[in-house]
């Protein structure tokens, strides 16, 4: 993809932002809500699937919604639909992500619980930490669901100074028992690898160190039969015609090297430029600039958000909003659902009591089988981020 390409791209991008907030206003219908009318919510799981019950539709209504979001087709959950590799994220803060992953363990070929940090307490001398989250027993149970599941957690390099990145970067021995003390924690705890997440943290400084170190743990991962898989930014920086922090370049170096690209394509939006969570033609761009020729798609995990993100039209704030807060919303404002076809989204508006207007834009099943599509085309996996904070009918889809 060209520089032409992305900037047409981000131009089209931008214009579909502007002509939401000049049209983001509430209709006086919108504003009227009638009677307060309590609406249900079906408890009991279905025979058919999503696709099946009519449900992946452009125009859903509010109550469809919440009478259908649990009940998923307990008949299939043991199927996949969708062919490439799936990571889904648990944090321990959302604690049914845990039983998402023991329901749906076919569904899923990497799991990965937000459990760990390594801190540098000094030379050669590595601590991780979070090891009172790992669940020793919900491992086996996820285990005995999905025989070829692989769990690998995510592991943050935690309160390092640029001092410390220096310090490991200058001193093969300190890169060395950083590796040895992560196979060991692995071997010790029975994970199956880990999920690296550092590449942000030193901007665009020290990337062939970074590369370097990165490579050696990666060899040594592999030479004890685990796992490594890298955390990445968007190739195309949000908003923007501009490449992210990790581009083509940082890519071919490292392919060979890791397992999985887990990609960042979410967070497009921010409170000072509300919109979208990951318009689908920026995710197709966050790919194709990575990889043009199709070489390594197999390891690139295309992120998809099982979140959403509730902003003041006044581009003064914004929150992260979860499926259940999602489903409340709905129950209280009964808004008008509007699907954006240039994005691939769906969104609605609603009014705060004194708190002004308010935009929510949350995952549906359609725009969710569309991004599933967009990585069968494009070759690629996908990564959930994160799963406590969907709705359950979405893992028909998977």
């Known amino acids: 993809m060209g520089k032409n390409t992305m900037r047409f791209l981000c131009a089209s991008l931008s214009l579909a932002m502007v002509s939401w907030l000049a049209e983001g206003t509430l209709s006086k219908t919108d504003a009227k809500k009638g009677a307060t009318k309590k609406l249900e919510e079906k408890k009991l799981h279905s025979d058919k699937n999503v696709q099946d019950r009519g449900l992946v539709v452009v125009d859903p209504k509010a109550k469809d919604i919440i009478l259908e979001h649990k009940s998923y087709c307990s008949k299939k959950m043991k199927e996949r639909h969708f062919s490439g590799d799936v990571l889904g994220y648990i944090t321990p803060w959302n604690n049914h992500g845990y039983d998402i992953a023991k329901i749906f363990g076919n569904k899923f070929t990497l799991i990965s619980p937000v459990w760990l940090q390594v801190k540098r307490r000094g030379k050669e001398r590595f ?31 935690d309160g390092w100074t640029y001092q410390d990145f220096e310090s ?5 021995d300190e890169i060395e028992e950083l590796s040895k003390n992560m196979v060991l924690l692995a071997k010790n705890e029975n994970f199956d690898g880990f999920v690296v997440e550092v590449w942000s943290q030193l901007g665009n400084q020290k990337q062939t160190e970074l590369i ?102 006044l581009g003064t704030s914004g929150e992260p909003i979860l499926g259940s807060r999602y489903i409340e919303t709905l129950k209280e404002q009964k808004p008008k659902i509007v699907w954006d076809e240039q994005i691939a989204e769906h969104y609605f508006e609603y009014k705060k009591n004194k708190g002004g207007k308010h935009a929510v834009f949350y995952p549906t099943l359609k725009s969710i089988q569309l991004r599933l599509e967009l990585a069968e085309e494009l070759g690629t996996g996908i990564s959930i981020w994160e799963l406590g904070q969907g709705l359950d009918y979405f893992y028909d889809l998977l």
């Open 127 to 157: 601590q991780f930490t979070g090891l009172h989250d790992a669940d020793q027993g919900w491992m086996k149970d996820v285990r005995k669901t999905s025989k070829n599941i692989k769990i690998v957690p995510r592991i943050l390099f």
């Open 168 to 172: 490991v970067f200058g001193s093969e």
């Open 212 to 313: 370097h170190l990165l490579t050696h743990l990666s060899e040594a991962l592999h030479e004890a039969q685990l796992k490594f898989i890298l955390v990445i930014p968007p190739a195309v920086a949000a908003g923007t015609n501009q490449p992210g922090m990790f581009t083509k370049r940082e890519f071919d170096q490292l392919a060979s090297a890791v397992d999985s690209f887990s990609l960042m394509t979410y967070d497009y939006s921010a409170p000072h430029r509300p919109g979208p969570n990951s318009p689908l033609p920026w995710v197709r761009a966050c790919v194709e600039v990575l990889d043009p020729d199709s070489k390594w798609r197999n390891k690139i995990l295309l992120g998809l958000n099982f979140y959403g993100m509730d902003y003041s039209a």
